[in-house]
């Protein structure tokens, strides 16, 4: 089974061009989706997710045409938003049995049963009679995915799960997510490269509502290969290198600027060769992407 | 500082839309305000635009609305922790002072703005064109100003203080909703302050108030003079402005700049961080079968109504609605079925009336509210995603939300239920009926509330704004009242149909329930359908736009919900095409205008008739077969009509009652007539006989009429024929020649249709009514005798000696007949019914028969046999003593249903409502014996209407109702005190000062008294009281027994030597000849003059 993205364009009422002829094809396992805030990654999500109609192209899950099918498709879908809440006054246990009826587990012990097992994968069954209230963001985030787990989903789309999650929660809902990939789709939006380095097999770097690269991570690293250099520089030196060099990306190392550039030859003048890592690749995309956008 | 967050505030609430419609809502609303506040009330000589009636309607339109300052005020502050911006908030340097009071007067303002719809709403209403220019003073719009400065100001300060705090210190929404709740309690547990003058303090609208500090005000300044900002008034607004204050320093000395509203629930918190971790990654998910057939749907819907219907009990908010709900119960329901002052025992069915009336407010509270939280839920939390990316159908969502609010009003039911009971045993009352509690609340509020909740889900979801859906839903309530009030009131688009109407304990809920049944279910039908449409064009995901969400809504359209859906519509066709069929096609529906229309044109058309020379009735003999199980009757016999005029009579006319059940099978007179039916549309038959009736000969009519109950009608239906408890006199049976009483009355209407002015009473000298006992009367006296027939369960009455009683096939018989003649006024009375004989036999005279007296009553209603038994011995002895003696065999009193609440004399037996006399609870030391006066009066109208008959002129119920008060009077004095009938007159002087302040022409004499019953009988009492005080007793029976003697309709020495009916002039003139010279100037001013009576405590001292 797999997910086909088509073709697929939004435009909001704005004037926005959420979305621009994307077309994906999305195996099992983890598809990391990357890109930066504002890029349309949550469009695509929510209009995969059947929460919005898009303006044209198909979406496909095996036989499911997604944008008509939206009930077939939601039968196995799972899904945790960027933003959500939860009810304060009521236990994880209680509100978690309430999603499972939702979901159509109707049959009592069955739907027990289930329940008592998510509770255990994503470690909150000491706290199930716990108030919501007093969730912290880590086991909130947690919760969200058993949720999202209760209806067995041959797709599994999570959207910014790890935003405001510290290094250990962040590891922690990995470890669950990791577990899901080999029967089912999982898209993971982000935008820490990271979260894709570590746990996808696929992946796709969307900007500005276009997809401008897609693939196997290391096949992708592969194609830089050589081509990353790397400088400590002044900050008043800053505006030079940008003109002359593809700067792709500037991080502060020991309060100097550091820059990285894509060449295909050795510039020489202070500049070392790097192992590219992914997050270069997505920095060089946004770059290129920008870039040809506003020639 | 605090004139930014002031500005700021301000500017906010400009670009909101909500600002812009509650301001509209509340100018539109004002624009009919009095009109709806004043509905149904007499204002008298009252304007619409007096002082004070601008200050109760501003008032009471305050009161209905605070709900908006809720609205407004309470999320000014609870707005920064909705939208999750506390912490940027609350971080920046702005001190609480300045946060708090910018917060504040920059809502507050907006809140004056909002309600600057009201005077502006009321001027403009004085221009609509419903408003006759003699129901308004000159227009000033310093009355309205000033009204809304006093009176609305203060109110509207306290409220916005109190919301802002609650608002501010809850964080929660629900929380200020509930205050209105708790405002609306405060209000109604003023009512029940005995002491007026606290009352008129602590009154929040100053409803009360108002009528305290105008209470010793004439008629012409209450409506004229500007209320004075003094006394209670002043109090009042003062007490409830420093509330205001006092709430708005306590919320600011405990809000807090905190972000974390600490709590208990720090403790668990800990407890939660300090839980092991495991990596989990050896449990294994087992499986679980998802199921979407629709026995699943069935266990979502099931767990769905439980889930929502428990979220909203666990909010506090709800349990402080549910005890306030209580508690005014307990302390209001004090007065029960009151009647002149005298409390009914705690009967069921007076609490559950009770209880429905105080509560329904906090339903629609629960209802508008809770049905705009629980559509608005996810989406609250911020959940509504994850719920809109399942599997579930959005009907079934809905359906669950709906049926937990159904839950919900259940339990407050049950709630109040438990107080009624509570409050009857309290009252040392145990005869709990705990089916008409549940009748009561499950099968007269349950199915309303059910059904605009229906439509509150609908709004809720397609206007998808939580607040302009709570006002959209609330004007949706009034606009469907004032379609009613308007005459638009057909079961099948006054949406939820009628309301069930009245429960007796005698007849239960009667033939209203099977109608009621079927047009509840059409209408819940029809709500069924609306949820289907909501749930398709609900937001589900994140496209709000409603045209697009429209569009998308077909495709939401699942298989079985349109299967659904296309039985729901089939049922709707259904149910409502039999509604049709019984409404319209088997029974006639008359809109209001239609109605009028029919009434003109019978008055233009007919009136040429009204003193047509006709026969009079001299004989009845007929024979009624009563159904009662089909509210069915036939009646056949014949009328002897006796020519007494000086002409021939050539043609009869005859009237049939108008009504739709009734139908004359068959009209014939002795020795032939031809039927003329060009006034067919009006039921109205001329036969011109083929021989000419002479003067002083007599012609026999027979006919024949049916009464059927086909199917139902629309809106209330016949109450005198039922299933138990039927009740209809004389006046249901054909009459003769034109038929005053269904002329237009009301004097606006009459202009509209450019007819003459009507006068309710003809002038005392008025020679065609002079000889008329009643309006358009048929008869001077006639023979009575009448065979009826009813089920086997039933007994039968009507007046007349019984002179045989039979059962034949599973029915009772009973031959009436009377000895003497009656006059023309008869009753038909049947009931299952319990009796209480007695015998009475005059002191006067020994040989005579001893009379029968006997009181049917319903099973059960027993408390005040003694009391009326009493009554009614000792007023045939004050009466056969002082008066005459009594002129039949047998006395009767028959209870009916409390449809109407009345007692009613006819020759020798009284109808008595369920309601004025059986169920007083009666304490002896305070109260007067209302059952015990009541029968006095009816037995004096043997004397005073039986006897002595008045000509049908101004001053008639002055002979007969005011000598009739004046005859039970002094049998209350003689069998009680001077000290009770003292009492009862406090209570006469009230009535009649109310009476005064409702009337809307000028005041009359008692000597041209026309229907003002505050003067016949409240000022009539008074005066009587006085005169015999002056004169003397018996003195004042001399009078009346000279007066019985010469007037007497059978036999008077005057009344036998002419046509005429006596009038009040006659009536004086006895009082003149008994009364000494020295006090003769009393007559004209007691009698003849409207001058401002004496007050009774003169009499006192």
């Known amino acids: ?295 | 500082m605090w004139y930014h967050i002031f500005k700021f505030e301000i500017q906010y609430r400009i670009k909101r839309p909500d600002t812009y419609v509650f301001f509209l809502f509340l100018f539109l609303f004002s624009i009919v305000g009095v009109d709806f506040i004043f509905q149904g009330t007499d204002l008298g000589l009252m304007k619409k635009n007096s002082p004070l009636v601008v200050a109760k309607s501003m008032g009471a339109i305050t009161g209905l609305f605070m709900i908006l300052a809720s609205m407004i005020m309470g999320v000014s502050v609870l707005r920064d922790f909705e939208y999750n911006i506390e912490s940027l908030m609350f971080s920046t340097p702005i001190h609480k002072r300045d946060y708090l009071l910018g917060r504040f007067l920059g809502s507050f303002t907006v809140l004056l703005f909002v309600f600057s719809g009201i005077p502006l709403g009321m001027m403009l209403g004085e221009l609509m064109p419903w408003i006759a220019a003699d129901e308004l003073l000159t227009f000033n719009g310093l009355v309205y100003l000033k009204t809304f400065l006093l009176v609305t100001l203060p109110t509207v300060f306290f409220g916005a203080a109190l919301f802002f705090v609650t608002g501010a210190l809850s964080r929660n929404l629900v929380v200020v909703y509930t205050q209105g709740i708790f405002l609306f309690v405060v209000f109604m547990l003023t009512k029940a302050i005995t002491n007026e003058f606290w009352q008129a303090i602590l009154d929040p609208f100053s409803l009360t108030t108002t009528t305290f500090i105008t209470k010793s005000w004439t008629t012409l300044e209450k409506s004229t003079q500007d209320l004075p900002f003094i006394g209670a008034l002043l109090y009042n607004k003062l007490f409830w402005f420093s509330l205001g204050i006092a709430a708005l320093v306590y919320g600011y000395h405990k809000f807090n700049f905190n972000v974390v509203k600490e709590k208990r629930s720090k403790g668990k918190r800990k407890q939660i961080s300090k839980t092991n971790i495991n990596d989990g990654n050896e449990v294994i998910i087992p499986d679980a079968k998802k199921q979407y057939d629709l026995r699943s749907k069935w266990a979502q819907l099931k767990q769905f109504s439980w889930f929502y219907f428990m979220g909203i009990c666990k909010q506090p908010s709800f349990w402080a609605i549910v005890i306030c709900g209580m508690i005014i119960i307990l302390v209001n329901s004090v007065n029960l079925g009151t009647v002149y002052g005298v409390d009914s025992y705690p009967a069921t069915y007076f609490i559950v009336e009770e209880l429905q009336e105080t509560s329904i407010f906090f339903f629609i509270i629960i209802l508008v509210f809770y049905s705009g939280e629980l559509v608005w839920k996810e989406r609250g939390a911020k959940l509504n995603l994850i719920y809109d990316a399942t599997a579930m159908s959005s009907f079934i969502k809905l359906a669950g939300k709906y049926v937990g609010l159904n839950l919900i009003y259940i339990v407050l039911m049950l709630a109040l239920i438990s107080s009624g009971i509570i409050f009857q045993t309290l009252s040392g009352y145990y005869k709990y009926e705990l089916h008409v509690y549940f009748y009561g609340f499950f099968l007269e509020i349950l199915p309303f509330l059910a059904l605009y909740t229906c439509v509150a889900f609908f709004i809720q979801s397609v206007v998808n704004h939580k607040f302009v859906g709570i006002m959209l839903v609330i004007t949706f309530f009034i606009a469907n009242t004032a379609l009613g009030a308007f005459g638009f009131d057909h079961d099948l688009y006054l949406f939820g149909g009628n309301t069930i109407g009245t429960y007796s304990e005698m007849n239960g809920y009667g033939h209203f329930l099977k109608p009621y049944l079927f047009i509840k279910s059409y209408w819940l039908l029809f709500g069924i359908l609306l949820l289907i449409i909501a749930s398709l064009v609900s937001v589900r995901g994140i496209e709000t736009n409603l045209v697009k969400r429209f569009k998308t809504g077909k495709y939401r359209l699942s298989k079985p919900l349109f299967k659904l859906a296309s039985i729901v519509f089939l049922m709707v066709i259904a149910i409502g095409s039999f509604i049709f069929y019984n409404t319209n096609v088997l029974n006639d529906y008359w809109t209001a205008s239609e109605a009028t229309a029919f009434r003109v044109d019978y008055e233009k058309e007919l009136k040429q008739f009204e003193y047509l020379p006709q026969p009079k009735i001299v004989d009845v003999n007929l024979k009624l077969e009563l159904y009662p199980s089909t509210r069915d009757y036939t009646v056949e016999g014949y009328y002897i009509l006796k020519n007494t005029n000086t002409e021939d009579i050539a043609s009869i006319h005859i009237q049939k009652l108008l009504e739709g059940n009734i139908t004359i099978d068959s009209l014939s007179f002795e020795g032939g007539a031809t039927r003329d039916n060009q006034y067919k549309k009006f039921d109205y038959s001329i036969f011109n006989l083929n021989k000419v009736l002479k003067p002083g000969d007599s012609i026999k009519m027979y006919f024949k009429q049916n009464f059927m109950t086909k199917g139902f009608e629309s809106g209330s239906s016949n109450v005198n024929i039922n299933k138990n408890g039927t009740f209809f006199s004389n006046s249901d049976l054909p009459t003769i020649g034109y038929t005053r009483k269904y002329e237009l009355n009301d004097p606006s209407d009459r202009e509209d249709y450019n007819l003459p002015l009507r006068s309710n009473k003809a002038e005392r000298e008025n020679v065609n009514e002079l000889v008329n006992a009643r309006s358009g009367s048929d008869s001077d006296g006639l023979n009575f005798e009448m065979i009826i027939g009813t089920s086997k369960s039933q007994t039968a009455l009507v007046p007349g000696e019984l002179l045989e009683q039979w059962t034949e096939n599973e029915r009772n018989y009973f031959h009436y007949k009377m000895k003497i003649p009656i006059i023309n006024f008869y009753s038909i009375v049947s009931a299952e019914y319990e009796i209480k004989k007695d015998q009475w036999m005059s002191q006067k005279d020994s040989i005579t028969t001893p009379i029968d007296l006997e009181i049917y009553y319903h099973k059960g209603h027993d408390y005040n046999l003694d009391r009326m038994l009493s009554s009614m011995k000792a007023s045939l002895n004050y009466f056969t003593k002082n008066f005459s003696p009594y002129q039949y065999e047998h006395l009767r009193i028959m209870e009916f249903p409390r449809y109407a609440q009345f007692a009613q004399s006819f020759p020798g037996t009284i109808p008595f409502s369920e309601s004025i006399g059986f169920v007083l609870d009666i304490d002896d030391e305070n109260d007067v014996d209302m059952a015990f006066y009541v029968t006095a009066h009816e037995i004096a109208h043997q004397w005073f209407g039986m006897q002595v008959e008045a000509a049908n002129v101004k001053g008639r119920h002055f002979i007969l109702e005011t000598l009739s008060q004046y005859a039970a009077m002094m049998v209350l004095k003689e069998h009680y005190s001077e000290d009770k009938l003292l009492q009862f007159l406090e209570l006469q002087n009230e009535t009649y000062k109310k009476g005064q302040d409702r009337e809307a022409l000028k005041e009359p004499s008692l000597a041209l008294v026309e229907n003002q019953d505050y003067v016949y009988y409240a000022k009539g009492a008074i005066q009587m009281y006085q005169f015999q005080k002056a004169i003397g007793e018996e003195n004042v029976n001399k009078a009346l027994r000279r007066f019985l003697k010469d007037w007497n309709t059978r036999n008077g020495v005057l009344k036998t030597k002419t046509d005429r009916y006596v009038t009040s002039k006659d009536l004086l003139d006895y009082f003149k000849e008994v009364t000494p010279r020295d006090l003769q100037y009393m007559i004209p001013e007691l009698f003849e003059s409207v001058e401002a009576l004496k007050i009774i405590t003169d009499v006192k001292n």
């Not at chain 1, 086909?4 to 926005?16: E, F, P, V």
């Not at chain 1, 899904?79 to 978690?96: D, H, M, N, T």
């Not at chain 1, 949720?147 to 799960?161: F, G, R, S, T, W």
């Open chain 1, 1 to 295: 089974m797999k997910l086909i993205i088509d073709n697929l364009s939004k435009t909001y009422a704005n004037g926005i061009e959420a979305l621009q002829n994307v077309s994906l094809e999305i195996p099992k396992g983890m598809f990391g989706l990357l890109g930066p805030n504002g890029a349309g990654k949550s469009t695509l999500m929510r209009t995969i997710a059947t929460l919005q109609e898009a303006d044209s192209g198909t979406v496909a899950l095996g036989d499911i045409n997604v944008l008509k099918q939206k009930n077939e498709l939601r039968q196995v879908l799972g899904y945790l938003p960027q933003q959500f809440g939860l009810y304060p006054k009521i236990s994880a246990e209680v509100l978690l049995n309430h999603f499972a009826v939702l979901k159509g587990i109707t049959n009592k012990s069955e739907r027990k049963n289930l329940v008592k097992a998510l509770l255990h994968k994503t470690n909150l069954y000491d706290v199930r009679k716990q108030n919501l209230k007093g969730y912290s963001g880590g086991m909130k985030q947690r919760f969200g995915i058993a949720q999202a787990l209760l209806n067995n989903p041959k797709l599994l789309i999570v959207d910014e799960p790890t935003a405001g999650l510290d290094p250990v929660e962040r590891n922690r809902f990995y470890n669950v997510l990791s577990e899901l990939g080999e029967h089912t789709v999982v898209i993971l939006s982000t935008h820490i490269v990271d979260d894709v380095k570590e746990l996808c097999t696929n992946m796709a770097i969307i900007n500005q509502g276009q997809v401008c690269l897609k693939g196997n991570p290391l096949q992708i690293l592969e194609e830089l290969k050589g081509k990353v250099y790397k400088k400590t520089i002044e900050k008043s030196e800053l505006s030079f290198y940008k003109q002359n060099y593809k700067v792709i990306s500037e991080k502060l190392f020991l309060g100097k600027p550091t820059i990285h550039i894509l060449s295909d030859v050795n510039p020489r003048d202070g500049f070392t060769l790097i192992n590219a890592e992914l997050e270069d690749v997505y920095f060089s995309e946004i770059f290129n992407h920008s870039n040809s956008k506003s020639i």
